[in-house]
């Protein structure tokens, strides 16, 4: 075994190095590459992922996991070398499912879908946007077919971004989240609306960078590990786990873009700072999923960075590095406006209790599209009506409705967007995990002290890499199945004491 077994982790490493080069590569083009490097760069990026493909496609990595598998009977399922073999074998037959023509076909059509979309938005024109939509559409529905036997076609489309998680169950949490959030939602925007001129001032951008900068590195943001560069879009990227990559963005008259989308980003950043440093090269140095990366950004953001006891600790740091701005704001008027609550059109601009509300919208119109019970064409007017429904707004136009997220138009249809809210569910349930083994992590964070949180995260979330299913991880994690009522307890309790009725 042990021959053989260095065979495949030099052949898995081979294609980390080329999916890193890929992603080294695509942050530099969204942060340092001249505009003109464009058409370049996008053949260099077609050319790492063509590379990476064909050797991950090899039958001769087939017959090395065939060559192997019987080996691992004998090992526990969750020893280092059995999982491996497992995710190399999960990663092997999703590669090889999937014919490279279908493959090259779908990515040239994504191109155009992107730059068509790019123009049409904002010409608030979907009607330009829906033969490629429509082609989008055939071809997620052609991807699921290449895995047959699923339960509901959404299943294949969710399997890539959070693995073993079913449409059915999905559904099931999403309509019993729906039916607490919506209430909420009619409560809170019954009440008057928080002052928010404290975030909305002049706030100047070396400030605010040098100021996040001074929060992550509190709360464990490494610089010999990771940096933080500027982009039109926040994100955050691994080139190797000793190198990884996030970026902000600055508002000068919003303090909260800037520092929330670095708290998130960090969240993001130490999670693949934290996970098990032998893994790196393999298949199980990554996240366990979209959503558990998704549940450590939006904990370090909301759960911690729009909480009451981070700011009673943080909020001196903040008024002394802008004192014009904030000598005479008063701790709870800025923990207010932090935290408003409202009805809005746009997912990303969303607060804490109506974003899960954007997300499920996308999610079931993209079952209806799956299924067949939605024809693209009618697409903005299910947009409408859902909204109108849930949020009790509608976008006056498409470029706030069917056309604001890039995802459709990028990207399959089905499979994403849920990750964004089961991130939310988890999040919440870690917390409430978290502070079971360590009761004391709210006065913690109150003097500014982050290990006990941050040691249980390591350990039970960031360490195991990608070595169990998202599920798995959570049921392991906290000794319980993925649940909502830690979420729901979260958002009644914060919000109930910020809007008291
Ligand atoms: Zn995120």
């Given at each position: 075994?042990?021959?053989?077994?260095?065979?495949?982790?030099?052949?898995?490493?081979?294609?980390?190095?080329?999916?890193?080069?890929?992603?080294?590569?695509?942050?530099?083009?969204?942060?340092?590459?001249?505009?003109?490097?464009?058409?370049?760069?996008?053949?260099?990026?077609?050319?790492?992922?063509?590379?990476?493909?064909?050797?991950?496609v090899?039958?001769?990595?087939?017959?090395?996991?065939?060559?192997?598998?019987?080996?691992?009977?004998?090992l526990?399922?969750?020893?280092?070398?059995?999982?491996?073999?497992?995710?190399?074998?999960?990663?092997?037959?999703?590669?090889?499912?999937?014919?490279?023509?279908?493959?090259?076909?779908?990515y040239?059509?994504?191109?155009?879908?992107?730059?068509?979309?790019?123009?049409?938005?904002?010409?608030?024109?979907?009607?330009?946007?829906?033969?490629?939509?429509?082609?989008?559409?055939?071809?997620?529905?052609?991807?699921?077919?290449?895995?047959?036997?699923?339960?509901?076609?959404?299943?294949?489309?969710?399997?890539?971004?959070?693995?073993?998680?079913?449409?059915?169950?999905?559904?099931?949490?999403?309509?019993?989240?729906?039916?607490?959030?919506?209430?909420m939602?009619?409560?809170?925007?019954?009440q008057?609306?928080?002052?928010?001129?404290?975030?909305?001032?002049?706030?100047?951008?070396?400030?605010?960078?040098?100021l996040?900068?001074?929060?992550?590195?509190?709360?464990?943001?490494?610089?010999?590990?990771?940096?933080?560069?500027?982009?039109?879009?926040?994100?955050?990227?691994?080139?190797?786990?000793?190198?990884?990559?996030?970026?902000?963005?600055?508002?000068?008259?919003?303090?909260?873009?800037?520092l929330?989308?670095?708290?998130?980003?960090?969240?993001?950043?130490?999670?693949?700072?934290?996970?098990?440093?032998?893994?790196?090269?393999?298949?199980?140095?990554?996240?366990?999923?979209?959503?558990?990366?998704?549940?450590?950004?939006?904990?370090?953001?909301?759960?911690?960075?729009?909480?009451?006891?981070?700011?009673?600790?943080?909020?001196?740091?903040?008024?002394?590095?802008?004192?014009?701005?904030?000598?005479?704001?008063?701790?709870?008027?800025?923990?207010?406006?932090?935290?408003?609550v409202?009805?809005s059109?746009?997912?990303?601009?969303?607060?804490?209790?109506?974003?899960?509300?954007?997300?499920?919208?996308?999610?079931?119109?993209?079952?209806?599209?799956l299924?067949?019970?939605?024809?693209?064409?009618?697409?903005?007017?299910?947009?409408?009506?859902?909204?109108?429904?849930?949020?009790g707004?509608?976008?006056?136009?498409d470029?706030?409705?069917?056309?604001?997220?890039?995802?459709?138009?990028?990207?399959?249809?089905?499979?994403?967007f849920?990750?964004?809210?089961?991130?939310?569910?988890?999040?919440?349930?870690?917390?409430?995990?978290?502070?079971?083994?360590?009761?004391?992590?709210?006065?913690?964070?109150?003097?500014?002290?982050?290990?006990?949180?941050?040691?249980?995260?390591?350990?039970?979330?960031?360490?195991?890499?990608?070595?169990?299913?998202?599920?798995?991880?959570?049921?392991?994690?906290?000794?319980?199945?993925?649940?909502?009522?830690?979420?729901?307890?979260?958002?009644?309790?914060?919000?109930?004491?910020?809007?008291?009725?």
């Open positions: 075994m042990p021959a053989d077994l260095d065979k495949l982790k030099a052949r898995l490493q081979e294609i980390y190095d080329l999916e890193a080069i890929a992603s080294l590569l695509s942050w530099d083009q969204s942060t340092y590459m001249p505009p003109e490097g464009s058409s370049a760069r996008g053949r260099q990026l077609a050319l790492t992922a063509t590379l990476a493909h064909e050797r991950l090899d039958p001769e990595l087939g017959h090395l996991l065939d060559d192997l598998e019987p080996l691992t009977a004998d526990p399922y969750d020893s280092d070398d059995s999982s491996l073999i497992r995710l190399a074998r999960r990663d092997f037959d999703r590669a090889t499912r999937v014919p490279a023509d279908h493959l090259s076909e779908f040239q059509h994504l191109s155009e879908s992107y730059e068509v979309w790019r123009q049409a938005r904002p010409e608030d024109d979907f009607q330009r946007v829906r033969p490629y939509l429509e082609k989008t559409l055939d071809m997620s529905r052609a991807y699921a077919e290449f895995f047959p036997g699923y339960e509901h076609i959404a299943d294949p489309l969710i399997d890539v971004h959070e693995y073993g998680m079913k449409a059915s169950r999905v559904r099931t949490w999403f309509s019993e989240l729906r039916q607490a959030l919506v209430p939602v009619e409560r809170i925007t019954q008057p609306e928080p002052d928010m001129s404290p975030v909305h001032q002049h706030f100047p951008a070396a400030g605010q960078l040098e996040g900068l001074d929060l992550v590195h509190q709360i464990g943001f490494d610089p010999q590990r990771a940096r933080q560069d500027k982009s039109a879009h926040p994100f955050m990227t691994r080139i190797s786990l000793g190198d990884i990559r996030m970026t902000t963005r600055v508002k000068e008259d919003d303090l909260t873009e800037s929330f989308s670095t708290l998130h980003e960090t969240g993001h950043a130490l999670y693949e700072l934290g996970i098990d440093p032998a893994y790196e090269g393999t298949p199980l140095a990554t996240a366990s999923s979209s959503g558990v990366h998704e549940s450590q950004s939006r904990l370090w953001e909301n759960l911690v960075g729009r909480s009451l006891p981070y700011w009673e600790h943080t909020y001196p740091q903040l008024q002394a590095a802008f004192p014009d701005q904030l000598r005479d704001v008063p701790l709870e008027a800025f923990y207010r406006s932090i935290n408003r409202q009805r059109l746009i997912r990303t601009d969303a607060d804490e209790v109506t974003y899960n509300l954007h997300v499920m919208i996308r999610f079931d119109l993209e079952l209806d599209l299924e067949g019970r939605l024809e693209v064409r009618h697409l903005p007017e299910a947009w409408r009506s859902r909204y109108k429904q849930d949020l707004i509608e976008p006056p136009d470029r706030d409705g069917v056309l604001q997220d890039v995802h459709w138009y990028s990207g399959r249809i089905g499979g994403g849920q990750s964004y809210t089961i991130g939310n569910i988890m999040s919440a349930q870690f917390m409430q995990a978290a502070k079971s083994e360590f009761p004391s992590i709210d006065d913690d964070l109150g003097r500014g002290d982050f290990s006990h949180l941050s040691q249980w995260l390591a350990e039970h979330v960031h360490r195991p890499g990608r070595k169990f299913t998202p599920e798995e991880l959570v049921e392991r994690a906290t000794g319980r199945p993925l649940e909502l009522e830690p979420y729901i307890s979260y958002l009644r309790d914060k919000f109930g004491a910020l809007y008291p009725s």
